[in-house]
Structure formats: C-alpha cells, structure tokens
C-alpha cells in the first residue's frame, strides 16, 4: 500500500470509500462509457450506451435492451481484486464503516464487505415488474426462462427487470440518505476509480466534513485541487494490502 495512504488510515477511524468504474476495471469489468464501449455500441446497435440503458428504450425495445444488457454489463467470471480484498480488510479491521459504489457487479461484497451502499442497484438482483418476485442473476442468463431473450416471471408472466437504476430513472432515496450520511460523518473519505462528474453522484463529495480527502484515479479529477492526497494511479497497486 502507498506508504502516504498507509498513515492516513493507519490515523482513521471511520473511513469511507466511494468508488466508481475505475475500481471494476481491474477486475476486467470494462467501463462501458470508454471510447472501446462506445464504439461498440454505436457499430453494432446504431445507438449509445446511455440510449441503450435508458429507461425509455427498456420499455420500448426490450429484446434489444437485453441483449446489449447481457452481452456488456454481466460479468459472471469476474472476481474481486487487490482494491476490493484490502477494503474489506479494512472492514474487517473496524476502520471501514462504508462503502459507496456507483458499480452494479456486487464485487464489494463477493470481497467480504456487509456496509455496501449501490447507488445504481446491482445486477445479482432481479425482480418482477408485475408480481415483484425476486430472481438471481443466473435465473435471467438462462434462456430457458427467457422469451426473445426477455426473461419471464413464471409466477405470472410478466417482465423481470434487473434491479439496476437505468438513465431517466432517480436514484433510490433511502440508499442515498444512508451513503450522505455515511460520508458526512467520516473522518477519511477515500474516493477511487471515478472521474468525478457524473452526477448527482458527484456531488456526494460536498457532504464530507473529515479531515482527510483522499482521491485515487488514474486521470485527473475535479476535486483534485481540494484532495489531501490526490495519486494518478490504479487503484488495485495503490491499495494492495496482499502478501
């Protein structure tokens, strides 16, 4: 671990972690907004991503929804990294108390994490859009239980969603009071893996009152400037706590 962040949380404790795309990367979850995503949205389906997993276009174009879906945002090999494993050591420790993620692969807390705040949902959970039945993700892989691609509630046949926060659709407000106040109570906030503009995401930053603003990233941010500790680096190298 960078011997600078090493003494900030070695002095800490109540820390909070937001994270970003960045933090999935390393686990060979590619970020569906680079320019590798983008073009290959635009080639094979004449679209955006942000058209794509629009709430508008889930209602209007479910099928094609659903391929795009599955083909690039699940990820059902994918493992927790150095990043994911030292945070929930740090957990484990009692000097992490939360975790805020933008990430919807639930690798947090494959890592060992419980106090996991999902800002966009997660793609391991899956529910009924009439009868509210939850399924797995596994369940919604399987075409057996799928019509075009579409999986189907067999309790009463209408269509599973995937409990994920789709654009033109609002963050859940209970998820969001718990992460400000996770934050605004922190003496360290560590932020990883986000570029920081995205919002109302984002503006979480504004909530912290600690004393040490700690941002890792391998491009620069906007709150760089107002950082105690900014390092343009990868997340996994920085925060290694491995043998």
Known sequence: MDERLKKIIDGSDNIVFFGGAGVSTESNIPDFRSEKGLYKAQTEYGRSPEEMLSHSFFVNHTETFFDYYK???IYTDARPNKAHRALARLEAQGKLKAIVTQNIDGLHQKAGNKKVYELHGSTLRNYCMKCHQFYDLDYIMDEYHCKGGVPICPVCGGIIKPDVVLYE???????????VSAISKADTLIIGGTSLVVYPAAGFVRYFRG?????INKQETPYDSHADLVIHDSIGKVMDMDE
């Not at 004393?211 to 941002?215: A, P, R, Y």
């Open 71 to 73: 083909k690039n945002l």
């Open 169 to 179: 659709e609002m963050l859940d407000e209970d998820t969001i009071d718990k992460a």
């Open 211 to 215: 004393s040490h603003l700690v941002l």
